[in-house]
Structures are given as C-alpha cells and as structure tokens.
C-alpha cells in the first residue's frame, strides 16, 4: 500500500502515482516486517537478501548485484576525530553510486507495470544509474541533465549505456519540472526519488549498516543531502528494523549540505517542516547541487524524529575532507560524498558530536565519477627519462 506522508490518503500499489492526489505531498510504501532477522543469512550479499522487506514481484527484479557493499572501520581517521568511525562505501556499487539500490527495485516495479519508457532528470548519477538497468531491462531511457554541470564519467556512462540523453538550458530543479510534467502525461515512468519504489531500494542502506554492526546501531549516520530522498529512505530502512525488533536504538540522522546549495540546513536551523527553495544553487559537489528538494518533508521529519542534526560545509572543505579520506584510509569518493567527512569533521569541532560516539557517514559515490576535480587537485606528474641513475637520483632526494 502507498500512503501520503502529510494527509495519510492511501493508495493501491499498482496506482501509477507520485505524490498525492488529495494534497499534493509525497508518498511512501508502507511496509509490515514479519519475518525474522534470521532468514537474512547465508544469502548472497546483494540488496535483495532482504526481499521479504521490499514491496515487489520478486519474479520480475531487475538486477546487477546492487547492494552489499564494504562497510570500512576507519580507525586512523575515527583517531584523530576522536570517533568510532566506520565509512559504508556506497561508489562500490555496480555504476558507481547508491542510486543503483533505488534503481533496480523502481526498475522491478517498472517492470511490473508493464511501461516501455522510463526517464529521469539528473545531476548525473541518476542516469548513469538508470541507462544502466533501462539497459539490463530493455526499455527505452530519457534523461535530462542539467546543462555543463554534470561530472564526466557520470555523462559518459548514461550515454555509453544508450540512454537518450538532453542537455537541458537550466538548473536540475528546471530540467527535473520538466521530466515530471511529461511524466504526469504518461510519457514516461518517472524514476527519480519522488517514486517512493525508488526510496524501498535505498533504503537497504539503513538495514545493511545495522547488520554490518553486528545489529547494533551506531549513534549517529552521517550522509550527504541533495534532493533529500537518501536520508528518507535510511530512516526509514532503520526505523523498520527497529520496529521490527532487530535492534534496540535507533540513530541520528545527520544530513550534511554545501554551504550554496543548503534549504535543508536552512529550514533545520528555524525548526521548519518545509523548506524555502534556494534559487541558484552552486556547489563543487554537483550531486547535491539542488535548490528544491522534493523529498523536503521527509528529510526534516528524519532528522526531528530521531533527534539528529543537519549542517553545511563550503566547498573548500568538501574537497580537504575527500583528499583527506582517500590518503588516510584508501577510500576514494566523488565530492558530494566527502560532505558527510567534512560535516564529521565540523561538527566534533563545534561540539555536537561527543567524542567517542560510534559514527557511520555513508560515502555515496566513487572517485571516478568526477575525474576532472580529482585532476585539479594534485599536481602533474613529472616527466622523466626512463633512466635508472636519474630516477634514483629523484627518490633519493625526496
Ligand atoms: C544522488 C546523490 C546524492 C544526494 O542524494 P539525495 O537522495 O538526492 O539527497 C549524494 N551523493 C551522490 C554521489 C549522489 O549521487
Ligand atoms: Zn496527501
């Protein structure tokens, strides 16, 4: 069943439908828990171990082996942080981000509505993600992208995976109101994160960091926030295990923003339920570079509910924390992603995090998505003869 988060109106699942017909906000699955936590074992680590928990046919899933992913204690960074910190590293994914999660049960759920055309508008990860299993799935795949602002291995995997990719002349927020109005003609099958299938995939994040603990909570999940459906979808993941008894406590939830890109934070810090767009967004971290997140309501609910938090970083120190992370734990990963470090980092500084806390910041993107950044940020690699007194010559000065 689909119910509306704001006014409760329900919904039957084969409803083709994504927000609510009575006042417009935005739905979720309602999902009962009746097995036992048991049954998870001894199955393959994929995203699907929990298919019990995951309101679809599952004769008709669609998938790459989404889910499972490394979950990384770091303790040379969790040191110096003064943190138990343990890094869920979602770019290990099989296009390279969270979103496959989403996709391959929105996908499943396609398939079982029997459409022949999906789309999505995209800050690159979305459809990098949905060209991948349209492919696997057989459909035809529209994406829109926001004109000159989208990572290059992002744009190269929509199109290398035969998505019909448009270049749109605005932000994501205007190519996104866009791929919704077609969507609400029935064009397509919308599968940006305002689908609530796409929230049931993600939501495995939250199960798995409970079962990575050895089903214990951590304190708090860090995680970056752009159009706000992650931080949703991971509440609600842990709030069903909780419910379900696997667990005892629940974590709070931790949404980290780019200082120009920051409506959630903005509305946090007035204790608002809703918040005000930022007009034009800009960030370094292209994938949370969102002025009007649809999933607004959910997120700040989140964050009330379980007692969490939520705070901006510049770009300045998103790119530290990413260089930071990938020298001092090996673990390399796209700008957005580095916001939960950079968000770890300030808020033990100002004293909202205690010391000692157990910590987990889902790093939501791999390195490569965005080469042209990582590039910038070193130098160039000299240039030297293949010569062997030379070149000791060079390391012995180093
Ligand atoms: C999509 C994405 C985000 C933002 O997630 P939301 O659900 O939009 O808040 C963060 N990081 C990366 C790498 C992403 O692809
Ligand atoms: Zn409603």
Redesign the pocket.
């Known amino acids: 069943m689909i119910r ?1 988060v ?4 329900e919904y039957d699942d084969n409803n083709v439908i994504y927000t ?1 017909e ?4 935005v739905l979720e699955l309602v999902v009962d828990i009746d097995v036992s936590r048991d049954i998870f074992e001894g199955r393959r680590d994929t995203l699907w171990k929990f298919k019990e928990c995951i309101p679809v046919d599952e004769t008709k899933i669609v998938s790459l082996d989404e889910g499972g992913t490394p979950f990384c204690k770091c303790g040379k960074l969790g040191s110096e942080l003064g943190v138990n910190l343990y890094v869920k590293v979602e770019g290990s994914n099989p296009t390279g981000s969270f979103k496959d999660r989403g996709m391959t049960v929105g996908m499943t759920k396609a398939i079982e509505l029997g459409v022949s055309t999906v789309g999505c508008a995209s800050t690159g990860n979305t459809s990098a993600s949905l060209a991948a299993y349209a492919a696997r799935a057989g459909l035809r795949c529209i994406v829109f992208l926001p004109s000159g602002k989208v990572a290059l291995g992002k744009l190269a995997q929509a199109m290398f995976h035969g998505a019909e990719v448009m270049s749109i002349n605005g932000n994501f927020d205007e190519a996104l109101e866009a791929m919704t109005a077609l969507a609400l003609e029935k064009h397509l099958y919308l599968l940006n994160s305002i689908n609530p299938y796409r929230l049931e995939g993600q939501k495995t994040i939250g199960y798995e960091i409970l079962r990575d603990l050895n089903w214990q909570s951590p304190d708090r999940i860090i995680l970056p926030v752009g159009n706000a459906g992650n931080i949703s979808a991971i509440w609600k993941g842990v709030s069903e295990f909780y419910e379900a008894g696997f667990v005892r406590d629940i974590p709070m939830m931790t949404g980290i923003q780019a200082e120009g890109a920051c409506p959630v934070t903005n509305a946090f810090k007035k204790g608002a339920k809703k918040v005000v767009p930022v007009e034009n967004p800009e960030t370094i971290a292209t994938a949370i570079r969102i002025g009007a997140p649809v999933s607004d309501i959910k997120a700040l609910n989140a964050i009330y509910d379980s007692n969490g938090y939520s705070e901006t970083v510049s770009d300045e120190e998103i790119l530290n924390a990413q260089k930071l992370l990938a020298r001092t734990e090996g673990i390399g990963v796209e700008p957005a992603s580095a916001a939960s470090i950079a968000g770890l980092k300030k808020l033990v500084d100002e004293g909202v995090i205690d010391k000692g806390e157990t910590i987990t910041c889902v790093v939501t993107g791999h390195l490569l998505k965005d080469p042209n950044v990582a590039i910038d940020a070193c130098s160039k690699p000299s240039e030297v003869e293949a010569d062997i007194d030379v070149l000791r010559e060079i390391l012995m000065n180093k």
């Open positions: 509306c704001s006014c409760g109106e609510c009575k006042c417009g906000s």
